[in-house]
């Protein structure tokens, strides 16, 4: 394929497919080019850095919010093709003996209704079938929202006596083949975007 010797396509080709790059792509494809493409990796927000902390220490500390439900597994690696393509997810927490896994979130603005069409779920529900084997219907999946607000200094913290909010959400293997159809779509998205920047560049 002529289009694999451009160096690079062939560096988006050796690295496994993310959600956070898909995500990335959706919302601004300049700015995916320049993180994914060129390496230009921009400064981490406030809430972004937040969010990362409280996964962590979820993962680490029993005492830290002992009401948010937990898993047997935290950041449960898969790293499987679809069809072609390589791709990778990172389960927040996983039960597969109980075929249970949940997300967390933090943030001001989780509904039921976004979490049951957050594709990173149907992505990591794919991936699970793709491994496992295990159908979508047969899965305990929930999305855990940690609402936070941004405090006058500036910082993110957590809302004055914050609950988790747990949405339960139902996948099925329609939403897994709608998924697999919608990533082929968007890989070549990818690389034909990749291309016209180097067309760009070179005219």
């Known amino acids: 394929m002529k289009n694999k010797q451009d160096p690079r396509i062939e560096k988006f080709l050796k690295r496994p497919l993310s959600w956070s790059s898909i995500n990335s792509f959706r919302y601004d494809p300049e700015e995916w080019y320049e993180k994914y493409i060129n390496g230009k990796r921009g400064r981490d927000t406030g809430p972004l850095v937040f969010g990362k902390n409280v996964g962590e220490r979820l993962a680490s500390e029993q005492d830290f919010l002992p009401e948010v439900p937990r898993l047997k597994e935290y950041e449960h690696e898969l790293h499987v093709k679809i069809g072609k393509i390589d791709c990778i997810g990172f389960l927040d927490n996983f039960d597969l003996d109980n075929r249970a896994f949940s997300e967390f979130k933090t943030g001001r603005k989780w509904t039921q209704d976004k979490a049951n069409k957050h594709g990173q779920i149907d992505m990591y529900c794919c991936l699970i079938y793709l491994k496992y084997g295990i159908k ?30 747990i949405f339960p959400i139902k996948k099925t293997m329609r939403d897994i083949l709608s998924f697999m159809a919608e990533i082929q779509i968007i890989h070549v998205q990818m690389q034909e975007f990749i291309l016209s920047k180097t067309v760009d560049k070179v005219s």
Do not use: A, C, G, Y
């Not at 979508?136 to 607000?149: A, C, G, N, R, V």
């Open 136 to 165: 979508p219907e047969d899965l305990k999946i929930s999305l855990i929202w940690l609402p936070t607000e941004e405090q006058q200094d500036f910082r993110t913290d957590f809302v004055k006596d914050m609950k988790p909010v």
